[in-house]
RNA sequence: GCCCUUAUAGCUCAGUGGUAGAGCAACCGCCUUGUAAGCGGUAGGUCGUGGGUUCAAAUCCUACUGGGGGCACCA
């Protein structure tokens, strides 16, 4: 596709109408072109631009187009509740990264029904195909007219704009919205694939301070088919959601009287001790030693940590015999106690004590969410206590663990963060900059790369956050690392150094998984609930064609069960087909199969989940390889 | 915590002012099974909880609790 005709002519520079460049471009109709770009920044086509700088169109098909697309959509979505309900207020309406959305202050509570009507409305606009055009107002013409409109919330922004700004106005028909664009020429060429998803209540401004106007989001596409495409993906996301997931696999359940606290079934609790085994088997390979401490402790503790004064909202706290006790909600002061325990000497460090350790954590009802987002979770924690040269090899230590571990469930796809020193914050600036060289050299040895956060380390320390991708595609923050040279000396821990004397030890405070729970989220939703074969809770099932083969399946089930695999058998009174299904629904990677043939012959078989095959093979053979698949964590084991 | 929304059988859901329903699961029986649902029967619910309106409430109002979508929060 030659875009020459329609660059050139976009490169003179002048404002234009889309069908002056529509009539004189063989190669794109009016809709394609949506924009255009001067200076790497997108402008409307209308606007004039001073000289011959080059400017480039953007085009429908085009990476950039889609927030635009978004971003009238809102404006859109903003005509269409004004022209139904007229007195309502505009806040604000951007573009977002899956859609947009626009805040308004209404009297009248929008409900589903209203919604219909509003995106019945919205495509009634689009196909009105209403030029756009923008209009630069001076301030008291625009805050007159906010004035006039019931407009209060486009006063406010346009008061808290400097005195100098231009204040850009874009009118579509009868409508007109304060925005500093840029749009579209007509809403014609928004098109037609935007729905609308809900509403929500949102603080003007992200300030719970403030007032909530209503919210309502949807999200726009280029075209039909990637809306469709995107619809499909919201599908899928459903089907994976892990509380689903987590009901029709057995594994666990929550309840009114425990809200935000796992109710772990057998299947589920299975699930999470396998990967506690997991985790220890690694930690010991990295000289790690595992402790562990109470879960509740005096209030004074938490005073003396910080935890009380910096984090005592989110503590629960439990009195008896009129002393007050705090429920952990971190293990760190626990394990200063063990280290504080016994003089350690220099020969001592890097000490690296893990603690599985359940903590509780008040967290807002509005914030609880599955596995994800709970009161009471299980940490895989360590602290690792050494001097300040150790620092940048423990830290590249740490990092080559937390990739390892990741590959070896599936996420090979992971970001870091580094979070640097934040505004409020303990110590002095020099022990920041070795505390942040440290951290730094110690990614950069791993050969990582990182993208920096600024500012938004924690108050004790720097520290790198691991971010993992999903196989939909979505971000999970799970691992961290930070430094903390502030408690160690606020709870008086210290190890005498070559010199004799007292020095306090450096803190390395450092998570894999984060929580266990909401790890087991991630990995059933990145799975799909298909475990690979050396974490299923239930890895095979034997099951029987006819009761004339029960007591061969018993052996075989036992056979496996006494050699470490985890195993069912089904001798149930039921047809083949029926007792595959349901095992095929309820996960289990692999199913033995065992009639009167299998019996004669001494073979069993096997299907496999995402093997079309169904071999047969000697139970020998197969019960070798699935132990062999099982102690190496292979993800299946007769793969094709 | 805030806004909206929601709560009917183990699960998925129907029922919008007048005698609580379906499918699946469970249980019992028949069938004796060859790679994703064989057939028949039985049992199962103070319609989340407490108030209120009404001759009458699963249904309307209200408060609370839990869930969901967001906002805020995430040391």
């Not at 007509?186 to 300030?207: E, N, P, V």
């Not at 895989?380 to 206590?385: K, L, P, Q, R, V």
């Not at 990582?448 to 923050?477: C, M």
């Not at 595959?580 to 629904?585: A, D, T, V």
Request: hydrophobic residues 40%.
């Amino acid at each position: 596709m030659s875009r020459g005709p329609l660059i050139a002519l976009i490169r003179q520079g002048s404002p234009m109408s889309l069908t002056t460049i529509a009539s004189r471009s063989a190669s794109h109709s009016p809709k394609d072109v949506l924009a255009r770009r001067v200076n790497g920044i997108i402008i409307d086509l209308t606007t004039p631009t001073s000289g011959d700088r080059p400017s480039d169109p953007v085009c429908r098909a085009d990476a950039d187009a889609l927030p635009l697309l978004r971003h009238d959509t809102a404006h859109v979505l903003a005509q269409a509740v004004s022209e139904l309900f007229s007195d309502t207020a505009l806040a604000t309406g951007p573009a977002t990264e899956h859609g947009f959305f626009y805040d308004f202050a209404a009297e009248h509570t929008f409900t589903d029904d209203d919604l219909v009507r509003i995106e019945a409305r919205m495509h009634e606009i689009v196909d009105r195909d209403e030029t756009i055009v923008r209009e630069e107002w001076d301030r008291e013409t625009a805050l007159s007219w906010c004035r006039e409109n019931g407009q209060p919330y486009k006063a406010e922004i346009i008061r808290s704009l400097p005195a100098d700004a231009v204040l850009s106005f874009y009118r579509q028909g009868g409508f007109v919205d304060l925005c500093r664009g840029p749009h579209l020429a007509s809403t014609g060429q928004i098109g037609h694939a935007f729905r609308l998803l809900g509403t929500a209540g949102a603080y003007w401004k992200g300030d719970r301070n403030n007032p909530m106007l209503q919210r309502i989001h949807g999200t726009a596409c280029r075209d039909a088919d990637e809306l469709a495409a995107w619809e499909r993906c919201q599908e899928e996301a459903a089907r994976r959601d892990h509380r689903r997931l987590g009901r029709e696999m057995d594994l666990f359940h929550f309840q009114p009287e425990a809200p935000g606290a796992v109710f772990w079934h057998p299947n589920g609790w299975t699930l999470f001790q396998t990967l506690l085994a997991y985790l220890r088997e690694r930690q010991q390979a990295e000289n790690y030693v595992e402790i562990n401490t109470p879960d509740i402790m005096d209030l004074s503790l938490w005073q003396t940590s910080g935890h009380w004064e910096k984090f005592g909202e989110n503590m629960f706290t439990t009195e008896t015999e009129g002393r007050t006790y705090a429920i952990k909600p971190m293990n760190c002061p626990g394990g200063v106690q063990v280290f504080r325990h016994g003089l350690k000497s220099y020969r001592d460090l890097p000490l690296r004590m893990a603690e599985f350790g359940k903590v509780h954590r008040f967290e807002p009802s509005g914030a609880l969410h599955g596995l994800m987002r709970v009161r009471a979770f299980t940490q895989d924690d360590a602290h690792i206590f050494c001097t300040p040269e150790q620092m940048e090899a423990e830290t590249q230590r740490i990092c080559h663990l937390v990739l390892s571990i990741y590959k070896d469930f599936g996420f090979d796809d992971v970001r870091i963060k580094f979070s640097d020193r934040p505004e409020k914050r303990v110590g002095s600036d020099d022990i920041w900059d070795r505390s942040e060289k440290a951290l730094q050299r110690g990614v950069e040895a791993s050969g990582l790369s990182y993208t920096r956060n600024p500012g938004e380390g924690a108050f004790y320390g720097p520290k790198l956050e691991f971010v993992l991708r999903d196989a939909i595609g979505r971000d999970w923050q799970c691992g961290t690392v930070q430094v903390d040279l502030n408690l160690p000396q606020r709870l008086d821990a210290h190890y005498i150094g070559t010199d004799g004397d007292k020095h306090a030890p450096v803190m390395l405070h450092r998570a894999l998984f984060g929580s266990l729970e909401r790890f087991i989220g991630i990995l059933l939703e990145h799975h799909a609930g298909h475990l690979p074969f050396w974490l299923a809770p239930v890895q095979v099932v034997v099951a029987t064609i006819t009761v004339a083969a029960d007591a061969y399946a018993h052996d075989l089930a036992d056979t496996l069960r006494q050699r470490g695999i985890r195993v069912a058998s089904d001798l149930r009174n039921e047809k083949i087909a029926y007792k595959i299904r349901e095992h095929s629904l309820a996960k289990v990677p692999l199913l033995l199969i065992v009639g009167k043939k299998e019996e004669q012959a001494g073979t069993v078989s096997i299907r496999e989940y995402g093997n079309p095959e169904t071999p047969t093979m000697s139970t020998d053979t197969a019960i070798n390889r699935l132990i062999n698949a099982s102690y190496c964590r292979l993800t299946r084991v007769f793969d094709v």
